[in-house]
Structures are given as structure tokens and as C-alpha cells.
């Protein structure tokens, strides 16, 4: 079995392993990354077949401030490493009898609020305007703590702050102080569906992502959102990590309290420092040895888990019309599809879903003349989908989008790849084929949230969308910067 010898062993290569394998080389630390699939991203792999590029997971990029700062970290900038734009109109959301198209200026979106429900504009001046503010201070002085215990927020300057972020009432219930027309409540509402809870379930706090989507927008790096990844991994290599693929954990050695060896089926990997950016329940409960494990499986089962998903990656053989790049169909019943996955858990009759054409901005993600159409229902984590399934609501989202469209496209899809619960779990180990992490509520926010420190092994720790600060592509990256610097600050106090 061949050995090799690292200060850090990151394990996974999504955002937030990337980003902390990036910190830590930063600081002068000899890292690796131990990826279990053939390419780096996790989530945000892509693949490419027919022509047609596919990105697997995200493909919403907002919150551009944080990319900025995780490059700007190492001297560099996003355009270092991909050309990013605005969209414009930002994405466009179809109801059962109308649809909007929410533009990128500031000043027709507020103009279009005026038209959907007279006097709105002021309404949304004054919503956006509080949501600034928790923008701001969130992203300062909240998103990028450890989360290691209360004392953290034990600042007097802090507690003030946190007095303006209205965190104990819920999102919901906060929109409808500002607005009344329902297409209005459920476009404001629309964010919250990515952190992953029923709005009347997640704090006001959260009205911050509204500041995200319409002031600071929403972009595409052309490409395709893998080309994140690409510049991230390029970057970890010019800082000198060594990225190793198709090596699946399998075992650690455990000497005192710490962990001397990784080891897939391939290599055992010495190291001073693990950082787990995999799935945290597969490696504390399928890993570790139990004594060594900092919560039980009546600890996960009890965690409110943001949705899972079932996904189309389709290539068309034409162009199609009445779509945008980002398409948000809520033409069904917003409340039956939400208690099938918060409440009475189920899988959907008639379903919300998003509709991503990236082709509709980037010709380079399928041949030219065709479409490349990304579909994307929520569904209940821990719902298995079978071939029966997935058929049934293929169909039934096809028939919806060619209502919309006026035209037939299921007979002119030439690709056709499905992805569910069971791929989850299959590639990322994920919890219950959860597809973005825990879900935000106020009962798993900050310090109640998984903890970074394992607490009975002194040199692991996690890092992702299982702990702070949450679900999202943003969030992992400064997750990553978080463990990271918890790292080095504990071996300066060594040094010291």
C-alpha cells in the first residue's frame, strides 16, 4: 500500500474543500485533497455528452462580493479565471395565469412592483433597505464565525448589531408586513426555497437574500458554473496543494486522540490535520469508530434537512421559445408541494420546479442550433426514486413546460440523463440523498448548527454545508475559510 505524508488532508473537493485546502496551502501548509469520484466540484461537477455541457448541481451565482473576496484572499479575482456577467432579466417566473420576468435595473423592477400592486415600490425601497442592513452585518460580523459556543456573540457592539437583524420572527411573516399581492409574497418568498425551509420557518434574518438577488444580482461565469471549480482547483495547485481523485475514504488510524492516517483503497495518507468537506453524518457514523463520534444517529435523525432533488439534464435538437436562462415555474400549488416536503412528506402531485437554458447565454453548452435545459424538482430528502417515478414526473414536467413554451420538445430531446436521491447518496454519501444540507431554521442556525470540531479527536474537523454558516455555494467557500483559520490560529498559539 503506498503511504504519503501531509500537514492537512482535506477530504472532498467541492467549494468548501477547495476553499480550505486554499487557506490552508496559503498559510504555508503542506495540503492534499482525497476526492472520492474521477473529478473535482462534489455538487458542481460537470459532464459533457452529445455536445451538451452539463453543470450537476448549482448553477445560480449570487452573492458576488463572495467570490471576490475568497480570490481577492490569494491576490487574485474571479476574471482571473472566468468571464462573468449580469443577467439580465435575472430569471423569470411563470404562475398559473401570468408570468414576470424580474429585471436586472433597479428602478423597473420597483416599477414593475408598482404596476403588480400600486405603491409597492416605496414598500420595497423600505423591505430592501432593512435587508441591506442584515446584508451587511451578517456578512461582517455573523456569517464567518466558528460557531464554537454563545460567547462568541458576547460583544456588546455585536448583541446591538444583532438587535437590527430581527432574527426571532420568521421570513413570512415579515414579507407580508410589506407587501400583499400573493405573486409579490411568493417572488419575495422565492430565496428561502434555497435555504431549504418553509418560510414561516426560517428567521427574518434571511431577508438578506433578497438584498443578494435584487441588488446584487445574479451572474453566469461563462462556461458554465464548473469553471468556479476549475479556478479554484487551478489556484490550489499554484499554491502547491496535490489534489488526488478516485480515492474513496474508507478508514482512519486512531492513535490517542488524534488521527494519524486516512486511508482509501489505494493509499494510506499520514497527516497532522483532517478536514472532513464530505458528507459529515457518512464519515461520523460510517467512519469513525463510534467512541470517537460527537453526535448519535438520533442526533442526525432528528436535523431538519433542506430538500433533496430530482433532476433532467436534456439536450434539444432545436431552440426553444418562452424561456430565460433561469426559469421558476409556480404554477402550481405553492402551499401542497411545500407541506409534501416539510410536512405530510410525500412525493408531489403537481409540483414546483426550476427550468435552467444556460444556452440561452452560453453557446458554448451545446452544439449550436440546439438547447441545453436543466430540470429541477424539490422533493422530501429520503425519498428513493425508481425508474416508475422518475418516468411519471419527467412527463408530467414536460407536458407543463410545453404548455408554457406553445410548442412540442419532448420528441426533439436527443439526451436525456435523470438524477435522484439515490445519486445523492451513490456519489456524495448524502444524508437521506439530501441535496443542499440542513435547512435554516432558527433551531439550526449558528451555534446550533453540527459543530466544526469533532470534540473527542483533536486534530479533525468539518467543513460544508452540514455546519456553519449553512447551505449554498457562498456559504462553502467561507465555511472552508472558517476551518481554515481555526487551523492556523490554533498552530500560531502552538508556536507562540
Known sequence: MERKKFDAIVIGSGFSGLSTACFLAKEGIKTAIVEKNSSIGGRARKFIDKGFTFDMGPSWY???????HFFNSFGKSPSDYYNLIRLDPSYKVIYKNSELDIPANWEELKSMFDNIEPGSSSKLEEFMNQAEVKYLVGMQDFVYKPGHS?????????????????????????????????????????????LGALPKNTPSLYSMMNYADMK??????????HKIIEGMGLLAEELGVEIFTDQEVISVNIEGKNITEVNTDKI???????????DYHHFEQNILPENYRRYNEKYWDNRKLAPSCLLFYLGVDKKVSGLKHHNLFFDADFDKHTDAIYGDVKWPEDPLFYTCVPSKTDPSVAPEGKENIFILIPMAPGLLEDDKITDKYYDLVMQRLEKHCGENIKDHVIYKRSYGAKNFM????????NAYGLANTLDQT????????NGKLNNLMYTGQLTVPGPGVPPSLISGEIVAGEITKNLSTQLA
Open 216 to 225: 446584487l444580482g445574479t451572474w453566469y461565469p461563462m462556461g458554465g458554473m
Open 62 to 68: 449570487w452573492m458576488p462580493d463572495v467570490f471576490e
Open 426 to 433: 451513490a456519489d456524495y454519501h448524502a444524508f437521506k440523498g
Open 268 to 278: 494510506n495518507f499520514e497527516a497532522d490535520h483532517i478536514i472532513c468537506s464530505a
Open 446 to 453: 449558528a451555534i446550533l448548527k453540527p459543530k466544526i470540531k
Open 150 to 194: 454563545f460567547t462568541e456573540f458576547l460583544d456588546l457592539s455585536l448583541l446591538k448589531k444583532a438587535s437590527k437583524l430581527d432574527i426571532f420572527s420568521s421570513i413570512g411573516t415579515h414579507i407580508r408586513k410589506f407587501f400583499k399581492n400573493e405573486q409579490l409574497i411568493q417572488l419575495m418568498e422565492f430565496p428561502i426555497l434555497f
